[in-house]
Structures are given as structure tokens and as C-alpha cells.
């Protein structure tokens, strides 16, 4: 039997249960400025590790370093509101409560603008393709496969995604177009159309000077590398880029955990459905497979 197409299906998810605790694949792993020194991290560099929570002591793409490279994917702005929260142990941190993905949510009171940055990450040397050297199971991602990151512009680091905005398209102003729609071309082209280099630059803030990300133009790609990154980031990530990122299923599902729990304390009992009950099915390898597409000529 063949697979079903879920995109063709997406909109029963309105209408459907949904289970919190089904973990989705994360292809895209976090480039960080560390804040101190932890395991191999040392303070005020870039760092890049495979898992994010085993105390900076296993497996890095990126380890101590002044410059990332990469070729440009997405450029994703959104808005996140969020709430003071106090865990059991007594730590106070932010709670997501609200988020809009699509461009046509209008943003409410109190939430801020944030920017996701994500792209394939090249070798600082050659500028070659990063891939995965070793098969990362939970991640669903081959030996081969190219190694994908982001960038997390938000607070004060939220204004480097718009300076790198401003950047390419001054920088393509003086280049031949590649497409026949000047309204295309600013906003899908030319973000695409230049490998880029992240480094660290400092910031005034409220509480002093704080390091945030500088993007920078590194080099034009030719207009054949350019098609390839349109293809690539419509075609073939960008599904993993929205399950990674949009989070409006889960603050919608938390709301009605919430509205659940409250119905239980006024006496208006909701049923619950055990996930025991529900069957996840197997759709079997859907990662990508690159393929000599990622000998990419830069």
C-alpha cells in the first residue's frame, strides 16, 4: 500500500486527537553563542552540539569557533508571547502561551517579533557541504545527509536578522535579477542568493554590553546554486522546517489541557483518551536522500 500523503490530510488535525508526546524529528540543530564555560564550550564562541543537553561533553558540528558558515534556507519572522512561570524546584522561566507562524495572525498585546535563520552548514575551509558522518536515529537523519542548523534571533538579538535582511538586499540591488517578479526577487531570491558568514558582534542592552550574531555576505552564488536552494527549500525541507518550528499546535493543545484541568475542578468532567488507545503508524524512511545533488559548486 502506498503511503499516504499527510500534507493532502493536514487540515483533520483540527478535528482529530492529538497526542503531546509524539516527538517529531529535529533536523535542524541550534547554533548558540555560549553565555560560560561548559565541557568543551568555552565562553563567547560559537558552538553547535548534536544533543543540547548532555552537559557540552559529547558530539559538536560547530565547537569554539569565530565564524559558521552556511548556505541560507529559510528566514522565518513570527511572534511568540510568553509567561512567567515557577517550576516545582522553584526556577522562574518563560512559558510559551501564544504564537503566530502564519503571516495573517495579527500579533496581540505583549507578544514579541522573533526570527528563525536556518541553512546547510559548509566546511569553514573548502566551503564544502557539511554532512553527517553517522546515522542519528531519533533524529531521522542518514549518514550522508547534509548538516542542517538555525539561528535563534529573538530579544536582543532579534535586530540581526533584519540587518542581514537590509544586507542582501543592498547587495543584490547592483546584481542582474534572476526572476521576472521584483517583489520575488526581494523577498525569496535575494535571501538566498549569497553564502553567508555568522560571527559575534556586541550589543548595548539594559544590562550592558551582550554578544549577539552578525551575518554577513561571504560570497554571490551563481545563479544555478541559487535555483538549487529554492529547490531544496521548498521540496525538500520544508516540512521538517515547519514541524520543528511552528509551535501552534502545541500552545493550542496546552490551552485545552488547561481548559480540560478546569472543567475537572468545577465538576464538568472531560473523558480523557488514553494514548494507549491510539496507534501511531509506521511511514517508514521518509528522510531525504541527497544524493550527488549536494556536490553543490560554490
Known amino acids: 500500500m502506498a503511503l499516504i500523503n499527510s500534507s493532502s490530510f493536514g487540515n483533520l488535525a483540527d478535528v482529530s486527537v492529538s497526542i503531546n508526546n509524539i516527538k517529531i524529528p529535529t533536523k535542524f540543530f541550534n547554533v548558540s553563542i555560549s553565555g560560560k564555560r561548559r565541557g568543551k564550550m568555552n565562553q563567547g564562541y560559537l558552538q553547535c552540539p548534536v544533543k543540547f543537553d548532555d552537559g557540552g561533553t559529547g558530539d559538536f558540528f560547530v565547537l569554539n569557533a569565530d565564524n559558521v558558515y552556511f548556505l541560507p534556507l529559510y528566514i522565518k519572522k513570527y511572534w511568540a508571547k510568553y509567561s512567567k512561570v515557577t517550576g516545582k524546584d522553584g526556577t522562574t522561566y518563560d512559558s510559551l502561551v501564544d504564537f503566530g507562524w502564519k503571516d495573517n495572525i495579527e500579533k496581540p498585546q505583549g507578544a514579541k517579533t522573533e526570527y528563525i535563520i536556518a541553512g546547510i552548514l559548509l566546511d569553514p575551509s573548502s566551503k564544502s557541504v557539511v554532512t553527517h558522518q553517522k546515522d542519528l536515529e531519533d533524529n531521522n537523519i542518514k549518514a550522508g545527509d547534509p548538516v542542517l542548523i538555525y539561528f535563534r534571533c529573538k530579544g536582543t538579538k532579534c535586530n540581526c536578522a533584519y540587518e542581514y535582511v537590509k544586507r542582501v538586499n543592498e547587495a543584490a540591488k547592483n546584481l542582474n535579477p534572476l526572476s521576472d517578479n521584483p517583489v520575488f526577487e526581494q523577498s525569496t531570491i535575494n535571501p538566498r542568493r549569497f553564502m553567508i558568514r555568522a560571527s559575534i558582534t556586541q550589543k548595548e542592552s539594559n544590562y550592558g554590553p551582550v554578544d549577539v550574531f552578525d551575518f554577513n555576505i561571504e560570497k554571490e552564488l551563481s545563479a544555478d546554486n541559487v535555483q538549487k536552494l ?16 511552528d509551535k501552534t499546535d502545541y500552545v493550542k493543545n496546552n490551552a485545552n489541557r488547561q481548559h480540560d484541568t478546569t472543567n475537572e475542578n468545577t465538576n464538568h468532567v472531560s473523558t480523557p483518551i488514553s494514548t494507549d488507545q491510539i496507534v501511531v503508524p509506521d511511514v517508514g524512511d521518509t528522510s531525504p536522500n541527497p544524493g550527488d545533488d549536494f556536490n553543490i559548486d560554490i
Open 230 to 245: 529554492l529547490n531544496w527549500a521548498q521540496n525538500t525541507y520544508m516540512e521538517d522546517f515547519d514541524n520543528q518550528f
